[in-house]
């Protein structure tokens, strides 16, 4: 059974960091590209990162270019994203999911919530 | 980056009846990258439909999706109660792997 299971949320001041970890199993993880999704409270699904299978290619959304850092350690079967400079509006409960050309995201975390508050 | 418009923003229908939801493209997307999820209160989105229209494992026939270019349709054609809940469209060709902003459908 593929598990998907985020952890490192919580409560960070404004300009705080925070790291997010995914662990996977039931599925070989090297074999897949990993995105972060992400959806602020009673807001809509926003797609913020992904890396190839081997880490080797990387994407961020405009939103959070150049403060975080997706990365994966594939002998941990494990996704990670590094966040910095936090801001009001990067809170959000954050997915991680794992990618397929053609079903997209058939497996997703349930998430782990970041609030940012003084 | 290609924006995804959904519509209605909320459906109100009865359990039995049929419910159209519609999404658009700012530019043409392959029908091989276009994806629909639903998603329930403190639940992660469910994949539904993927290609336009195929439906994921386990997912029942009475979802079903079709649509090219720009216009795409999810089509629920009976309303089962555990059908209420909010759906996104996806286009997952290019980054940013963008989304709709969702079409609540909700009890009448």
């Known amino acids: 059974e593929v598990q998907l299971v985020e952890s490192g949320g919580g409560l960070v001041q404004p300009g705080g960091s925070l790291r997010l970890s995914c662990a996977a199993s039931?599925?070989?993880?090297?074999?897949?590209?990993m995105h972060w999704v992400r959806q602020a409270p009673g807001k809509g699904l926003e797609h913020v990162s992904a890396?190839?299978?081997?880490?080797?290619?990387?994407f961020y959304s405009d939103s959070v270019k150049g403060r975080f850092t997706i990365s994966r350690d594939n002998s941990k079967n494990t996704l990670y994203l590094q966040m910095g400079s936090l801001r009001a509006d990067d809170m959000a409960v954050y997915h991680c999911?794992?990618?397929?050309?053609?079903?997209?995201?058939?497996?997703w975390g349930q998430g782990t919530l970041v609030t940012v508050s003084s | 980056e290609i924006v995804l418009t959904q519509s209605p923003g909320t459906l109100s229908l009865s359990p039995g009846e049929r419910a159209t939801l519609s999404c658009t493209a700012s530019?043409?997307?392959?029908?091989?990258?276009l994806a629909w999820y639903q998603q329930k209160p403190g639940q992660a989105p469910r994949l539904l439909i993927y290609?336009?229209?195929s439906r994921a494992t386990g997912i029942p026939d009475r979802f079903s999706g079709s649509g090219s270019g720009t216009d795409f349709t999810l089509t629920i054609s009976r309303l089962e109660p555990e059908d209420f809940a909010v759906y996104y469209c996806?286009?997952?060709?290019?980054?940013?792997?963008?989304f709709g902003q969702g079409t609540k459908v909700e009890i009448q």
């Open positions: 999911a794992r990618f397929d050309p053609v079903t997209a995201y058939e497996y």
């Open positions: 039931g599925f070989t993880f090297s074999n897949y590209a």
């Open positions: 890396i190839t299978q081997r880490g080797t290619s990387t």
């Open positions: 530019q043409t997307i392959s029908s091989t990258y």
């Open positions: 290609g336009a229209s």
């Open positions: 996806q286009q997952y060709s290019i980054s940013p792997r963008t």
